[in-house]
């Protein structure tokens, strides 16, 4: 089984600083990581994947997450938000063996970008 | 850009009705999932379906709930008897051979 924790539940910002949104995982098999952002009244968009090689995965909107193995973390990160930016921000992982790939979420970070 | 669409967007319902959720999945998609996420807490997958059968399905899933792909485009989640713990906003998801899932915008279902 897998868990996914995302410690921090809000995130003020303002806008034009840099943001980490942080996610620990735990699982006894190997993983693929994802993050995902939801707007308001909105369905859960990718924002970007792991899945091997590079441990720096860039994804849309300017995001990056570094996949780090032996802290079992993946974080994510942008430089310098916007405020279209505003939104919940979901880790997930699910087994990177043979399955349905279902995905096991975090409790979700909403980002609030102050201008 | 294809998307996953699901109606409706709110569901209210009393306790012990049955309800439909629907959903059309993105055309040349294989996988379907339902997730549920009730106020609060986190994003839970339900049920994935291939194959027109249910692939893998939670706890959760139980048998008050069923899935079913009725014709080539709609996917639906059925409860039978609804409790006031089913209230959640439910999502649909799909896929093709990749590991990305497609989100619906889901729907808001109030059990009263």
């Known amino acids: 089984a897998q868990s996914v924790t995302q410690l921090d539940s809000q995130v003020p910002v303002f806008e034009e600083a840099p943001v980490e949104l942080r996610c620990n995982y735990s699982?006894?098999?190997?993983?693929?990581l994802f993050w995902y952002v939801q707007y308001p009244n909105q369905g859960l968009q990718l924002l970007l994947k792991?899945?091997?090689?590079?441990?720096l995965v860039k994804g849309i909107n300017g995001f990056e997450a570094e996949f780090n193995k032996s802290q079992t973390s993946f974080h994510l990160r942008k430089p310098s938000v916007h405020i279209s930016d505003t939104a919940e921000y979901f880790c997930a992982v699910c087994p990177s063996g043979a399955g349905s790939y279902q995905l096991t979420f975090g409790k979700g970070t909403k980002l609030s970008v102050i201008p | 850009e294809p998307e996953v669409t699901q109606t409706p967007s709110h569901q209210v319902t009393q306790m012990g009705q049955e309800v439909i959720l629907r959903c059309v999945p993105i055309?040349?998609?294989?996988?379907f999932y339902w997730y549920r996420q009730i106020l609060g807490q986190k994003v839970e997958f339900l049920v994935s379906f291939y194959n027109n059968e249910i692939s893998e399905k939670s706890e959760i899933f139980d048998d008050q709930f069923s899935v079913e792909r009725p014709d080539g485009s709609n996917f639906t989640l059925k409860i039978r008897s609804t409790k006031l713990e089913d209230s959640a906003m439910y999502f649909c998801?799909?896929?093709?051979?990749?590991?990305?899932?497609?989100f619906g915008p889901g729907t808001r279902l109030t059990v009263t």
């Open positions: 998801a799909s896929r093709e051979d990749s590991y990305e899932q497609y």
């Open positions: 699982s006894s098999v190997s993983v693929y």
């Open positions: 055309s040349n998609h294989l996988y």
């Open positions: 792991y899945l091997s090689g590079s441990t």
